[in-house]
């Protein structure tokens, strides 16, 4: 890393956490914990161990919580700031786009859930970003989910697909050799693609939709991590604290 290199991450964190029912009534998503550990703790010290250095979080749902524990926490050498939702929620796309000033200066941004818990090697995936011609790279897997995101035969994204709906949003004809594949919740994006949107409450997907059109180098990027937990439930945080605890 070069010096006074701005590595940035976008922790989303604004959601309402309604999955994790009353885990959440009196603290956001982000706080919750897995391990005595709450879920924004876990990713931020991962990130730092791969040389991340610029944090930006944004925020919503008992949102103060999340600011008072980034005081309290007081991490050393490491920048980070809040994007605030707190008085209109703007989902992913319009979350990315008010956060734009914070990454003024930077080339590029890894998004991350704050509920997506993995060992994947960032720091390797976003150097390899940095050196590519893509303006986004979507991290994808195979999962048995319904939701897919369509990718053409380059590993272009063309679109989303819902499989128990049949239902396919793209601009163009389905195509036999479309690759499905599942979203894993983590993207990196180079911010200069996103300045001509207006900042309004959109989905992600939208945005990456738009971009394709002109562009065509939103791309997928296949990941195999040795785990990968999204911890959207109170299952699903069993199950990952238990086989967390089962490695140590």
Known sequence: MKMNEKRTVFILAAGLG???????SDKPKA???LNQKPLLE???DNLISQNFNHFV???HHFGEKIIDFVKEKKYDGVEIEISDEREVLLDTGGAILQALPYFKDSKAVLIHNVDIITDIDFQSVYDNFINSDAAAWLLTQNRNNKRK???DSNDNYVGRMNLETNVFDGDIAF???FKLFSFSGLHFIKPEYFYNFEVKKCY?????KEISKHHNNVKSKYIQPNYWFDLGTQEQLKEASSWLLSQK
């Open 18 to 24: 309604t999955r994790l029912k009353e885990l959440t």
């Open 42 to 44: 876990i990713v931020i």
């Open 57 to 59: 979080i944004n925020i």
């Open 31 to 33: 706080l919750v914990e």
């Open 149 to 151: 995101i369509v990718f």
């Open 204 to 208: 992600v997907f939208d945005l990456y």
């Open 175 to 177: 195509q036999e050799d």
